[in-house]
């Protein structure tokens, strides 16, 4: 099989229950976040520590949660494609709140807003929190100006937010484990 089919040289793609679209289509703004989220996931887990094992499967897993969701968005609303797909249901957000509570519970309070960095894996995972979010704002616009929108739409929306918190507080944990300080913002 070959990478390249020249179907899209005219701007066009097809959505996988087969129309074909603008490659600037706002639900390929939707995948594309999620694309790029997904990548940015995966350098993450690539630069988690082997004592953090446990968080580089819950970002794996994520990963998957992602695939599921761009599915969603990469299909007409309605089709029978659409029809078949995985719903996304509330397991995947109540997973991360799960490990946000965990992870939470071992490291200090906040009490001032911190700056993004420290360690390379803490810096990895605030990057991945800003891509998060932005991910998240396209979904909302389009949520917004979709006529019924099918439930995986509003489940990703959810997903997303609470996986930019997981980012957050592994952020923290990262930098924790390899003894990073974390700078506070001075106004």
């Known amino acids: 099989m070959k990478i390249y089919t020249r179907t899209g040289d005219g701007g066009r793609t097809s959505l996988f229950s087969g129309e074909r679209v603008s490659k600037a289509d706002p639900r390929l703004e939707v995948c594309g976040e999620i694309d790029e989220l997904n990548a940015v996931l995966g350098a993450l887990a690539a630069a988690l520590p082997a004592t953090m094992a446990d968080q580089a499967e819950v970002v794996r897993g994520a990963q998957g949660a992602l695939f599921a969701a761009g599915a969603h968005w990469a299909t007409a609303p309605g089709s029978p494609r659409a029809e078949a797909l995985k719903d996304l249901g509330g397991e995947e957000a ?6 946000i509570d965990r992870l939470a519970a071992s490291l200090p309070p906040l009490e001032r807003f911190i700056l993004p960095g420290g360690s390379a894996p ?5 990057v991945a929190r800003t891509v ?4 998240e704002r396209r ?5 917004a100006e979709t006529a019924d929108p099918p439930p995986a739409y509003e489940q990703t ?8 918190d997981f980012l957050f507080v592994l952020a923290r944990a990262a930098n924790r484990e390899a003894s990073a300080a974390e700078t506070e913002w001075e106004p």
């Open 157 to 164: 929306v959810v997903f997303l937010n609470r996986l930019s």
């Open 132 to 135: 998060c979010r932005r991910a």
């Open 139 to 143: 979904a909302v616009a389009l949520l």
């Open 122 to 126: 803490g810096a990895w995972a605030h």
């Open 94 to 99: 109540a997973r991360l709140e799960a490990e």
